[in-house]
């Protein structure tokens, strides 16, 4: 019976072991539009991170000389930049578990993000297209903007070609949260690590909604309240007029990017209670047609594991709630009839 113990146990150690290696060592992430303003320096910070060690860098210009740039760097990730044509695309994306979309325009000086979506539509369609055949199971991540309206299509894209999983695909609104918690540590002057503010919702304009009720700050209000919700709201206008026609935030989004990767790569290799707000296919608001709605969700294995409910609000973030709402379901219809219309 003994030697029956040990042989089981030794038999499970190596299962442990030959799961954790195939675990990390699975992590091929690909970025499309990595030669961008975002996509570099977001391609960095994934090739500093230990948990993936394959990097796939797609973009119609410029691709194979980040890559060979990044490939230097000694961590042990290999790197590798594809041809920007059809067959380097579908190299890139094969066998990705994570694939990061920031390709596509940034705003300019007195532009919303609703004004890119004649650019950005078709190339976020024709990337999901591709991402649905060639990894048509790793998680997609969104970023081009306007987001609101990117994730519904790529939705689309995927539920056409009868693969799409709606644990699988996130928009990203990391950077409304790291924004509110530097904001609101500026003005409470604390430590931002320790500042945890959910923001819901979508990701633009009156659709962000900061939950300062639910922060460590909750009796913050009048003028103080109004100018903090104000500038989480459109902290990305600050950065737009900052770089005065030279784009949108890159860096910081770079950050976001790189932390929304590695909350899911950490759910996926077995971490548990691994939370971050994003913008996914949500039952929260659906009574109201509202199919995507961003919130707190627990990640997992497979990507979505438990969406959190908005939770308690005061009557001044229920009103913010209201006007949010007004605007997503037009962005949402808006992306869907995109496609319908140009499929
Ligand atoms: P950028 O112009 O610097 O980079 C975009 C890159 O995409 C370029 O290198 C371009 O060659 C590439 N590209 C264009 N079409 C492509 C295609 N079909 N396939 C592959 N690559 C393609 O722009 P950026 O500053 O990096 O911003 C990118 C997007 O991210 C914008 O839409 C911007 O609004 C958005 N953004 C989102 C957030 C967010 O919080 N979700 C934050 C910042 C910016
Ligand atoms: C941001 O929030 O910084 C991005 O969505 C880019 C933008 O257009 O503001």
Known sequence: AFIMFAARQSFNLFQKRAFSASASQASKVAVLGAAGGIGQPLSLLLKLNPRVSELALYDIRGGPGVAADLSHINTNSTVTGYNPDAAGLRDCLKDSEIILIPAGVPRKPGMTRDDLFNTNASIVRDLAKAAAEAAPKAHVLVIANPVNSTVPIVSEVYKAKGVYDP?????????????????????????????????????????????????????????????????????????????????????????????????????????????????????????????????????????VEQIHPVGQVNEYEQKLLDACLVDLKKNIQKGVDFVKANP
């Open 167 to 303: 644990k699988r695909l996130f928009g990203v609104t990391t950077l409304d949260v790291v924004r509110a918690s530097r904001f609101i540590s500026q003005v409470q002057k604390t430590d931002p690590a320790g500042e945890k503010v959910p923001v819901v919702g979508g990701h633009s304009g009156v659709t962000i909604v900061p939950l300062l009720s639910q922060s460590n700050h909750a009796s913050i209000s009048g003028e103080t309240r109004d100018a903090l919700v104000n500038r989480i709201q459109f902290g990305g206008d600050e950065v737009v007029k900052a770089k005065d026609g030279a784009g949108s935030a890159t860096l910081s989004m770079a950050m976001a990017g790189a932390r929304f990767a590695e909350s899911l790569l950490r759910a996926a290799q077995g971490e548990k209670g691994v939370i971050e707000p994003t913008f996914v296919d949500s039952p929260l608001y659906k009574d109201q047609g509202i199919d995507f709605f961003a919130s707190r969700v627990e990640l997992g294995p497979n990507g």
